[in-house]
């Protein structure tokens, strides 16, 4: 009998956001991985401590720096939990242009899933196509806010301003575009032999232990349960617009993939339906004190980010700065299952599983 010894292996620190801030350290023995724990806290900001010294409005750039990739939603977490607590009124022109923008984020962060976690597993081509096409989304956005990365585009009561002559024009011939660009995507991916191999069956787990461990979004879906907070727990006028949420059965890679692209046309949806609806004239913003000072009491709100649901939780002493904040950042729950999903698998998949799960590290360390 071949006699082997458990080994200790760091992985990273290091990530596919070439941040390195993220350390596995695996038990091993041979090629089967026996334990795993992540080891997180390099990126640590201190976000809701320093919101205490802040205004509301000061704290939204802070919340692009939690989701580099998804900026839009989280400045709408903050600025939809403070609106809440205010019962502040939306103008409708705000609400719509909220959307667009939260729903063309969503499939620019799907994007950099796709091409990264391709690349991650040995093909190169998919990155290069799925940034060239985020960037014309980032384009879009260069125009709107002036900014390609942190936003710091949503104000407690509309938007920072309104779009620029052309530029909801410019969004119907980007929803068009990428329309043709999903059917090459499942074109040169969907059916790759050697794709399917190194997702399809790895990295299983069923709806019960999704739920334990407080999994949201595309890591929940792909199981089955169909939750969006979009539908189910409807916020902004996302109830004003027809579209599905896709699920999967299994809760493999391979339908996690699925479920994401799935995801992308569907905002596609969402936003032509936006588009088409969009208001000719009218404000961007709503009747706000020039000084914000939210009543006192409390409010949780959760939203659908691309990672699952980002909540926002307030405390607020009746003052122009909250008494306590708190997000739920969803990439730090749904990273709890990888020691799990890492036990008892090969060495090789490691890299594939971690991808999967779709984290960024920013809603990990904050």
Not at 219 to 244: A, C, E
Request: with cysteine; charged share 25%; hydrophobic share 40%.
């Amino acid at each position: 009998m071949l006699r082997t010894e458990e080994m200790l292996l760091n992985v990273g620190p290091q990530h596919p956001s070439t941040h390195g801030v993220l350390r596995l350290v695996v038990k091993m023995d041979g090629e089967t991985i026996v334990d795993a724990e992540p080891v997180i806290g390099y990126l640590h900001r201190g976000t809701e401590k320093l919101a205490e010294d802040l205004n509301y409005t000061q704290i939204i750039p802070y919340t692009d720096r939690m989701d580099y990739l998804a900026a839009m939603t989280n400045n709408y977490a903050i600025v939809h939990a403070t609106e809440t607590l205010m019962g502040l009124e939306i103008p409708e022109r705000a609400e719509f242009l909220r959307v667009i923008v939260m729903e063309l984020n969503r499939i620019a962060s799907h994007l950099v899933w796709m091409g990264t976690y391709l690349l991650d597993i040995g093909a190169m081509s998919p990155f290069l196509y799925a940034f060239r096409d985020r960037e014309q989304i980032l384009n879009l956005f260069n125009e709107l806010c002036g900014a390609r990365l942190t936003y710091n585009y949503m104000r407690v009561g509309g938007v920072k301003w309104d779009a620029p002559p052309g530029w909801i024009e410019k969004v119907a011939g980007f929803v068009e575009y990428m329309k043709k660009q999903m059917k090459e995507y499942h074109g040169l991916i969907s059916g790759n032999e050697i794709f399917i191999q190194r997702t399809k069956g790895i990295g299983i787990y069923d709806r019960d232990t999704a739920i334990q461990f407080a999994l949201s979004g595309a890591n929940l879906r792909v199981t089955g349960i169909k939750w969006d907070l979009r539908k189910d727990q409807p916020y902004s006028i996302y109830d004003r617009f027809d579209f599905h949420i896709p699920v999967g059965k299994t809760g493999d890679l391979y339908e996690k993939y699925h479920c994401r692209m799935q995801e992308i046309d569907e905002s596609l949806k969402i936003v032509e339906q936006a588009v088409h609806q969009f208001p000719e004239d009218g404000p961007t913003m709503g009747k706000v004190p020039r000084v914000l000072r939210v009543p006192e009491g409390e409010v949780y709100v959760g939203i659908e980010s691309p990672r699952g649901e980002l909540g926002c939780h307030i405390v607020s002493k009746g003052k122009d700065k909250p008494w306590r904040l708190k997000f739920r950042r969803p990439s730090f729950y749904n990273l709890q299952i990888l020691p799990t999903l890492l036990k008892g698998e090969n060495i090789s998949n490691l890299v594939a599983i971690l991808g999967g799960i779709d984290i960024v590290l920013g809603e990990v360390d904050c």
